[in-house]
């Protein structure tokens, strides 16, 4: 379709293609419409959402996924998806807090612990992926299962229990804290600082992206990596090193869990993978990579939050949640669909 | 056969095997083979690339020449023969090593990614950047910039290098995948079936951007099934058939019926028709098989006048 609406005027120049088209074509443009929709709606039905602590805690729910989403975004974009994302938190929590307590050394030690294993994680995903072949979704959704199992049975083998012992006494529990679960004072409203690492972290993946040669690659090896190997782009180690982003953003959101709550239940995470995945689909990127935003993953992560919240606001039964997440994700990404098929065609 | 012949007479003049002081082809094979297990792929080939030459690489479906341009692009690696890069002796490890020698292939198939914009595709894998260490960055501007200007030398106006590559015709996808090529260096230049997916003008076209390539210095190496798109802009013929060389020409000791009667088993087509024939068939296919065996007449005045 597209082609033959190309063709047709092949000497028009481009100065036709105006702002506003160009902004309709970029990929994020569906979820910020949705965001923009549901922002009103939520701001209409509930007073009390447009209040800044209540906009503090929509923020911080959406932090704690877009955290995530940023990192499971560019590996979408790099064409390839991780189940085992919701499992890899926790099993980060976990090894810092366990490492910690059983060896009784300084918070610190087990917190660059977890944060080798969370690597370590992503770099045996990616790695088996690119030696095998194998699509994955076969290859992930092993590493949730096997990740899902470790968790809870080392944990049992070494605490005894479902839930890690508290680690709030061990030695450079506050500083931790301080780094990964504190809040900051902003115009009387406490900000959690999730909420800065998660900016930060966009802005980084968004220049990482669009200025840098990886970001290049992303987009290549995601696109067509026969391609993009031709030309000699390094796919192998573009997509392990996108699997070990994701297992970085993993660790941060691990060691906030572990430090937000002190304890970590073992059998925690699951299901969360997906939340991930559909603030990314969300934010505009392609299911079959090679095309998406950092900045889209962002405002689909809002958009959760939004939801998430804004449906406890509106003082609505919080069953209907699934629900209204399932609508937004087939609204988002028929608008994405419609909006770029009519930018393109003209 | 001829090998040593043609070798002899096309070496190059001004290039200097850095050892002996001799002169040296741009790429030479010889004897060159590849087997899969025990399935012999190719054997036996033996070609020479050279500055301002097109060496046509020709055979049918399953014909080796595959497997050829993915030993010379670094994709595999040889198992018999020798291969040599300037008259040394190589054997290339990956597509990245190749391009370091100055050999660039583009596929007819896998040449660009189409989602991405034109420039991003044009300098991908060898990205212009600026600034250094952690700021480094990709310098977005002088990258259009050159894409833009070096398109145009091909001959091909852009109206936006922003836009996907994907909404390029075929021809011209070809056209930035050849022009990227040259901008970066590339001594020979292989191109896997250029003209297969495109219709006759299109081809036409990047017939034209070959005998440019040519006409910069470029060694080429074009890889077709179709002996008329080969003949007008070849210097070198080189015939495959299951995976063996059957034949080695230069321009002067072939002519485009000898060569199409080659490519396509003449006495192969000769024979099918008769076996249609008993058969008992005036059906539709062998009158097409007979057409064909005409058409490698006809077609050969009319691809001659082209070319003068």
């Not at chain 1, 033959?4 to 100065?15: G, H, K, N």
């Not at chain 2, 010889?30 to 025990?38: E, I, P, Q, R, W």
């Not at chain 2, 692009?73 to 020798?82: C, K």
Request: hydrophobic share 50%; net charge neutral; charged share 15%.
């Amino acid at each position: 379709m597209a082609n033959a609406v190309l063709t047709a005027p092949s000497d028009e120049r481009v100065s036709t293609r105006n702002t506003l088209q160009k902004l309709l074509v970029r990929p994020e443009i569906g979820a910020l419409v949705g965001a923009v929709v549901l922002f009103i709606f939520f701001s209409a039905i509930a007073p009390v959402f447009l209040q800044p602590s209540s906009l503090a805690t929509v923020l911080y729910g959406s932090s704690t996924i877009g955290i995530m989403a940023v990192g499971v975004a560019l590996l979408m974009i790099g064409g390839e998806f991780d189940l085992s994302t919701g499992v890899a938190v926790i099993t980060s929590a976990l090894s810092a807090s366990m490492f910690s307590w059983y060896f009784s050394v300084n918070i610190w030690v087990g917190v660059l612990f977890a944060l080798v294993v969370s690597l370590g994680i992503g770099f045996i995903n990616g790695w088996i992926l690119v030696k095998t072949k194998l699509p994955s979704f076969i290859v992930t959704l092993a590493t949730f299962l096997m990740l899902a199992g470790l968790n809870l049975g080392l944990t049992r083998l070494i605490g005894g229990a479902v839930a890690t012992p508290s680690i709030s006494d061990i030695d450079g529990f506050d500083a931790a804290r301080a780094i990964f679960a504190s809040s900051v004072k902003i115009g009387g409203v406490d900000v959690n600082v999730t909420v800065f690492i998660w900016i930060a972290l966009v802005i980084v993946a968004s220049w990482v992206l669009l200025r840098t040669r990886v970001g290049n690659w992303i987009f290549a090896v995601g696109g067509d990596a026969n391609a993009a190997r031709a030309v000699g782009v390094p796919v192998t180690k573009t997509k392990i090193g996108l699997f070990m982003a994701v297992g970085f953003c993993g660790w941060i959101l691990g060691m906030h869990n572990l430090f937000a709550f002190n304890t970590v239940q073992s059998g925690e995470g699951v299901g969360n993978e997906f939340l991930y995945i559909i603030a990314a689909v969300i934010g505009g990127c392609l299911l079959t990579g090679g095309y998406g935003s950092a900045v889209g993953g962002a405002i689909g992560a809002f958009i959760f939050g939004m939801a998430n919240k804004g449906i406890v606001y509106a003082q609505w039964n919080p069953d209907w949640f699934k629900f209204f997440l399932g609508l937004m994700l087939l609204l988002a990404t028929i608008v994405n669909l419609i909006v770029k098929r009519r930018a393109e065609s003209k | 056969m001829n090998a040593q012949q043609i070798d002899q007479q096309t070496l190059l003049k001004d290039e200097k095997d850095p050892l002996t002081h001799t002169p040296v082809h741009l790429l030479s094979l010889d004897k060159v083979g590849k087997h899969y297990g025990n399935v012999i792929a190719l054997r036996d080939v033996t070609m020479a690339v050279d500055n301002g030459r097109v060496t046509c690489v020709l055979g049918d479906n399953g014909a080796g020449k595959s497997t050829l341009i993915k030993i010379i692009a670094g994709l595999h690696q040889h198992d018999e023969g020798s291969f040599k890069i300037m008259g040394e002796d190589r054997k290339l490890g990956s597509p990245r090593e190749a391009l370091d020698a100055g050999i660039a292939a583009v596929y007819q198939d896998l040449a660009v990614v189409s989602l991405m914009p034109i420039w991003r595709n044009f300098f991908l894998g060898s990205e212009l950047t600026t600034g250094t260490g952690p700021f480094r960055r990709l310098d977005v501007q002088k990258m259009k910039d050159i894409t833009l200007k070096e398109l145009a030398e091909m001959g091909i106006d852009l109206r936006d290098v922003e836009q996907p590559i994907g909404q390029l015709s075929g021809g011209e996808r070809q056209c930035v995948a050849i022009a990227r090529a040259v901008y970066f260096g590339a001594k020979v230049l292989i191109l896997d079936e250029p003209t297969a997916a495109l219709g006759v003008k299109q081809s036409g076209v990047v017939l034209r951007y070959i005998l440019q390539a040519r006409d910069r210095g470029l060694g080429v190496i074009f890889i077709t099934h179709n002996p008329h798109h080969a003949f007008p802009v070849g210097d070198r013929f080189l015939l495959l058939k299951r995976g063996k060389s059957i034949g080695y020409y230069e321009k002067k000791d072939i002519t485009l019926e000898e060569l199409t009667a080659q490519m396509a088993g003449g006495a192969e087509l000769a024979e099918l028709a008769h076996e249609l024939e008993q058969l008992g068939g005036h059906t539709e296919a062998l009158n097409e098989v007979k057409a064909e065996v005409a058409g490698v007449v006809d077609a050969a005045p009319e691809s001659n006048a082209k070319r003068h």
